[in-house]
């Protein structure tokens, strides 16, 4: 079942670029935005083996936001672009895994989700089989999510918690 409007940030982007599933995006939600700024950050190196994966999937899908920027005082430009957008466009969720940028968002009112909340979700949907080879990806590529907020997951999906980050 597709929900509604996800505004993401670039973090998230690109660790589901970095296991190559952009596409639960699209399974997971209606329509997929983002604002200028994260456009500008996600695509500013373009030596990166991910670069063109995340320039096809996102060329059509950058607005620009209207309104005053008034949060890239509390929040870097990306994310603070993403909140607004959220707000412009009325969204469901706001993809964003920041632990910073998510409580000022959450206090605002904002529904937030983060990459190992799409990926739970994705599972849940049968969209995905197992986490823990995809987790496994996120330690060795470096993204950096808590081992122990991963292996709650896993234990609470059924799966083998990680042992290592090798």
């Known amino acids: ?18 296991i190559n599933r952009l596409d639960l995006l699209d399974l997971l939600f209606h329509d997929v935005k983002i ?9 500013l190196n373009k030596s990166t083996a991910i670069y063109s994966k995340i320039k096809n999937y996102f ?5 620009i936001i209207k309104g005053f920027n008034e949060l890239n005082f509390v929040m870097d430009y990306g994310e603070s672009e993403s ?3 959220y707000n412009e466009v009325k969204a469901d969720f706001l ?29 849940n949907n049968g969209l995905v089989q197992e986490l823990r080879p995809l987790f496994q990806t996120f330690l060795k590529k470096r993204r950096f999510y808590s081992i122990n907020l991963l292996n709650h997951i896993l234990i609470q999906q059924n799966e083998e918690p ?5």
């Open 1 to 18: 079942m597709k929900n509604g409007i996800v505004i993401a940030d670039a973090g998230p982007i690109f660790s589901l670029a970095t």
């Open 35 to 43: 604002p200028v700024a994260v456009w500008d950050e996600i695509t």
């Open 59 to 63: 060329k059509n899908k950058v607005c």
């Open 83 to 85: 909140v607004i957008l």
């Open 95 to 123: 993809l964003i895994d920041d632990k910073k940028a998510r409580n000022i968002a959450e206090n605002l009112g904002i529904n937030c989700i983060g990459t190992i909340g799409v990926l739970t979700a994705a599972k």
């Open 162 to 166: 990680l042992k290592t980050i090798s």
